[in-house]
């Protein structure tokens, strides 16, 4: 078992900068592929971005390529999220996940929310204009 906990959720104007956290507890993190995806109101849930194991892989949807990146650090059980230039419509709730596996297989293939296992609780991100 895994648990999720987000943070750095909160409201920020468009243009500007904000860094989620999500700190891991449980199975071991360091074997596992975490990703982050986000959910705004009315729509379905959607992928965001996913890192290896070991950091060294990473992929992103295009909607935030050039303007998110995902990290993390083994020693701390922890996977970040830090997101620039932001736009009103990356406003959502976001959400941590972890995988069972080490990677996610990302060639020709968008991430699904059902490659990952364990869920955090969200956190809100408004970008207002």
């Known amino acids: 078992q895994v648990q999720l906990v987000e943070s750095g959720g909160g409201s920020v104007q468009a243009g500007g900068s904000s860094r989620l956290s999500c700190a891991a507890s449980?199975?071991?993190?360091?074997?596992?592929?975490m990703g982050w995806f986000r959910q705004a109101p009315g729509k379905e849930r959607e992928f965001v971005a996913t890192i290896s194991w070991s950091g060294s892989s990473t992929y992103y949807a295009d909607s935030v390529k050039g303007r998110f990146t995902i990290s993390r650090d083994n020693a701390k059980n922890t996977v970040y999220l830090q997101m620039n230039s932001l736009k009103p419509e990356d406003t959502a709730v976001y959400y941590c996940?972890?995988?069972?596996?080490?990677?996610?297989?990302?060639?020709?293939?968008?991430?699904?929310?059902?490659?990952?296992?364990?869920w955090g609780q969200g956190t809100q991100v408004t970008v207002s204009s």
């Open positions: 996940a972890a995988s069972r596996a080490a990677a996610i297989i990302t060639i020709g293939h968008m991430p699904t929310p059902y490659e990952y296992d364990y």
């Open positions: 449980g199975r071991t993190f360091s074997n596992s592929a």
